[in-house]
């Protein structure tokens, strides 16, 4: 049974960044129906142009709800960055007043869309991950252009997997660069983009940025996502390149992050789980 049958019409809630974009494309060239539910001041425009969608406020839990079910959603998948909310900030509907207790209590983001993807199952949707509906978007190992990692990249990747792990166990982040050995920065509720922003204010040439899934990360949500943006910044600030995790992180834009990053001379590596800690 083709996968868009399986899981029938699919709703996708965007996130920002070009994730969303992506899955509601691929889905639609393959016969699939979609539905974009985008946010509020999070989801980007490109996201919902030319898609059948809604947009609502963060914390209008029940009529995302309606929403989904309304426009036929059988399975939703949760795709893109999504920022941690200010509770202050909400104007919840009921329902979304009912789950901030639940939502408050949890430990970190992986917590948060843990109870999400709850609260949707218990309305009968089927949740799932970007990598069901678009497996060929996981790193596969190696690189992926033309540079490779040196031994002195090798050193900076183990120490930043290192870090992305010790933030990952506590559910911070999952990102982490490293410099001549050293950590220089670590991923924190801004994302990916600001830790790099930040390791440019730093100044300095050399070092990894290294992405990997948090330790029991629920794969149906927040996989970490690399794309020609993400590239863009690495060289930015000075950094010889990216690794993520392979087959458990998504490629964004394949081809076009290929040649960026041939382009800048820099290298984006999918690497094995075993290759993060460094050879006795």
Not at 18 to 26: I, K, N, S, T, V
Not at 156 to 172: E, L
């Amino acid at each position: 049974m083709p996968p868009e049958a399986f899981f029938g019409k699919l709703g996708v809630l965007a996130g920002g960044g070009a994730l969303p974009r992506l899955l509601a494309g691929a889905w639609r060239d393959r016969g699939g129906e979609v539905f974009v539910l985008a946010f509020d001041g999070i989801t980007d425009d490109d996201s919902v142009s030319g898609t059948d969608h809604a947009r609502i406020g963060l914390g209008k839990v029940g009529e995302a709800i309606r929403l989904l079910r309304d426009n036929g959603c059988d399975s939703v998948v949760m795709a893109g960055a999504m920022r941690r909310p200010s509770w202050s900030a909400l104007t919840p509907d009921l329902r979304g007043a009912a789950l901030i207790p639940r939502l408050a209590a949890a430990k970190g983001d992986d917590g948060i869309l843990r109870v999400i993807a709850a609260e949707l199952e218990s309305e009968g949707f089927r949740v799932v991950g970007a990598d069901d509906i678009l497996s060929d978007l996981l790193a596969a190992p190696g690189a992926l252009g033309a540079r490779q990692p040196n031994a002195a990249d090798w050193r900076d990747i183990h120490a930043a997997a290192a870090a992305a792990f010790a933030i990952g166990t506590a559910d911070a982040g999952q990102a982490a660069v490293a410099r001549d050995g050293v950590v220089i920065g670590t991923e924190g509720a801004a994302g990916t983009d600001a830790l790099l922003e930040q390791c440019a204010a730093v100044g300095g040439q050399g070092g990894v940025l290294v992405k990997r899934p948090k330790p029991g990360q629920d794969r149906r949500a927040d996989l970490p996502a690399i794309g020609v943006r993400t590239a863009a910044a690495a060289a930015a600030a000075g950094l010889n390149g990216i690794a993520v995790e392979a087959q458990a992180s998504l490629v964004l834009d394949r081809a076009e992050l290929r040649s960026v990053a041939d382009s800048l001379n820099i290298f984006v590596y999918g690497a094995e789980p075993r290759e993060w800690e460094p050879r006795r």
